[in-house]
């Protein structure tokens, strides 16, 4: 039987029209103007030809018309692929292609990268010309089937091409419902979202404050000077952060200098060092620590704050819908303390990738998700991550792939053999490096990599240092060894 549920943001604005929903640059929206507002945009979308069943991506910085975009695109049973406004056009081009939107928005500030776009794309839309037509008064959906997708997002993969998580209704409903039910709820709640509304923890929050009915306070950047005024001023109840951003909030505050109703920052992107837990638990900044991606559609496990520090290093309990449990190579469950896998289960968790049965029937086995990442259960449930998705690297919270790197580099006429890994930094968590074997009777600078990397990839993919060696590590299959590459790393060039 299909389930169904009403137009969240359509309810929302029958149920509490007055109250506030979007803050942004000191402009503050109610539930009701932000319904009319988006269903404004929902037929200038109409009017471009884009109705239920379409798909169109997105490249839109944090900004309240963004927030209204998406939410007019999802009314109306669109598709939307939310692309990451960092990526260089060639990977934004790579998407758009995979994905096979039928139409691009976006903002004058990418204007540079669509016009690289457009040579191979050419159904692109700027916001404004968007916002400037008429409007055909289209079909706002009355419910959300939970089943149908809403939103795909490309997450990293481990053959170097990112792959498209498709995200249903019933993802992002279950999402904020396990957030609701582990985190409390209140009508005083207010989220402060400083993290791209591109990534499941900034979207989440926009799809909890329809849901919910809570205000979100959205800065167009991260700001640590900036968010915590606006933790006093707006009474912000919560803050997602990733390391790196609590971090800068911890360096300016001293004692007890946030206000008793904020409740806490849900830490995302890999756990935070001791160090930094212990001066927040010092400074009266609560954490909650948590475990999630973008195929569970946000947190999935999370950390309250009286364990920040007896439970050092965990990402906590499962929430109520949701289950883990660890297996062995031969997918045997094992028990409490033994490391194996991580699989995860639960109605928040994506029925697969978009275009890729085969990847998605690797990871999905009787509706458990194969995370790759390797962990374990302590004796009282707590789950403790060891190795995030085998070679993933996590920069201050972005999510990097060796691989995709390493598919770069080899382009280069010179490169003969490459690998990456991802070294610990002070200020991003990890960074990647690069080992690089060059063809023989040729010159290579790290200069030349640095420019080569750029023009290909994110600035935040580009490797921080090359390290040119006679020859890479492989087994008798030729795999890599990551691990030689770190111990490499360890005992010479650190």
């Known amino acids: 039987m299909t389930q169904v549920i009403p137009n969240w943001l359509k309810k929302r604005a029958d149920l509490t029209p007055d109250r506030k929903a979007l803050i942004f640059n000191g402009e503050e929206l109610t539930f009701q103007q932000v319904f009319e507002q988006a269903a404004r945009i929902s037929s200038q979308l109409n009017e471009l030809g884009l109705k239920k069943g379409g798909s169109v991506g997105v490249l839109l910085s944090n900004h309240k018309e963004t927030v209204l975009i998406l939410y007019a695109l999802q009314m109306i049973g669109v598709r939307t692929v939310i692309l990451n406004n960092k990526l260089t056009s060639a990977e934004l081009l790579w998407q758009i292609e995979d994905s096979q939107v039928e139409k691009l928005i976006y903002e004058q500030s990418f204007a540079e990268k669509v016009t690289e776009i457009r040579k191979s794309f050419q159904h692109v839309v700027e916001k404004e010309e968007l916002f400037q037509l008429q409007g055909i008064r289209g079909a706002i959906l009355e419910e959300f089937d939970l089943e149908e997708i809403t939103t795909i997002m490309y997450t990293s993969g481990t053959t170097g091409h990112p792959k498209g998580v498709m995200q249903s209704y019933g993802n992002h409903w279950w999402s904020a419902t396990a957030s609701a039910l582990n985190l409390g709820l209140s009508d005083k709640d207010c989220w402060l979202c400083a993290v791209p509304v591109f990534h499941i923890s900034g979207y989440s929050i926009l799809m909890r404050s329809l849901i919910y009915g809570m205000a979100v306070v959205l800065h167009s950047n991260f700001n640590a000077k900036l968010a915590i005024e606006d933790i006093w001023k707006y009474q912000i109840t919560t803050m997602s952060v990733v390391s790196t951003m609590l971090l800068k909030i911890n360096d300016l505050l001293t004692a007890n200098q946030l206000p008793d109703t904020f409740r806490g920052m849900l830490l995302g992107g890999g756990p935070a060092p001791l160090s930094l837990l212990e001066k927040c638990k010092e ?71 978009l275009n890729r049965d085969k990847e998605t029937k690797e990871k999905l086995s009787n509706e458990w998700f194969h995370t790759g990442d390797i962990g374990y259960l302590d004796q009282d449930g707590f789950l403790y991550v060891l190795d995030r998705r085998s070679d993933l690297i996590i920069s201050g919270g972005e999510n990097i792939y060796p691989a995709e790197i390493e598919s770069v580099l080899m382009a280069h006429e010179t490169v003969a053999d490459v690998g990456v890994i991802g070294i610990d930094d002070h200020k991003w968590g990890q960074v990647p490096i690069a080992f690089i074997v060059k063809k023989s009777n040729t010159h290579l600078s790290e200069s030349d990599l640095v420019q080569f990397c750029t023009d290909q990839l994110a600035r935040y993919k580009v490797p921080k240092r090359f390290l040119f060696v006679e020859q890479l590590p492989r087994n008798a299959s030729k795999k890599l060894l990551r691990r030689e590459l770190r111990d490499w790393y360890k005992k010479g060039y650190e």
């Open 283 to 353: 400074k009266g900044i609560p954490v909650y620590q948590s475990f999630g991606m973008t195929e569970t559609s946000s947190q999935f496990a999370t950390l309250a704050p009286e364990y920040s520090l007896s439970k050092l290093g965990s990402a906590g309990k499962p929430l109520l819908p949701n289950q883990i449990k660890i297996i062995n190579d031969i997918g045997e469950t094992l028990p409490n303390g033994q490391e194996g896998e991580i699989l995860v289960k639960g109605p928040n968790v994506t029925k697969g990738y």
